[in-house]
């Protein structure tokens, strides 16, 4: 199964900015998932393979960018103008990108698919 790390999570004053790193090569979409406390896993950002396609829920759409280096095989989540109800745990999900659209993987999970552990992010008023 595919190995997965994040890393860059923190903490931060409302306004501030994080970036978020996943490894994973360009064979894999990878997406950007976030649980706040008490509430479901719901996916942020999600990029493909190539780079070219990515996706954004509403809620961070001017404020979050995902990107991609594939010669570091590393995916990034920049995050600025960040607010309260960011807050929560993020993680890296990643599927094989000829099976999926952006869109699919943010919308929903499968069973078995690779997680990374989790990176805290937490943004104080």
């Known amino acids: 199964q595919l190995q997965l790390a994040e890393s860059g999570g923190g903490l931060v004053q409302a306004g501030g900015s994080l970036r978020l790193s996943c490894e994973a090569s360009?064979?894999?979409?990878v997406g950007w998932f976030r649980q706040a406390p008490g509430k479901e896993r719901e996916g942020v950002s999600c990029i493909s393979g190539s780079g070219l396609s990515t996706y954004y829920v509403d809620s961070v759409k001017g404020r979050f960018t995902i990107s991609r280096d594939n010669a570091k095989n590393t995916v990034y989540l920049q995050m600025s103008s960040l607010k309260p109800e960011d807050t929560g745990v993020y993680y890296c999900?990643?599927?094989?990108?000829?099976?999926?659209?952006?869109?699919?993987?943010?919308?929903?999970?499968?069973?078995?698919?690779?997680w990374g552990q989790g990176t805290q992010v937490t943004v104080s008023s």
């Open positions: 360009n064979y894999y979409a």
């Open positions: 999900t990643a599927r094989p990108s000829r099976i999926t659209t952006v869109q699919q993987m943010c919308a929903m999970t499968l069973p078995g698919q690779s």
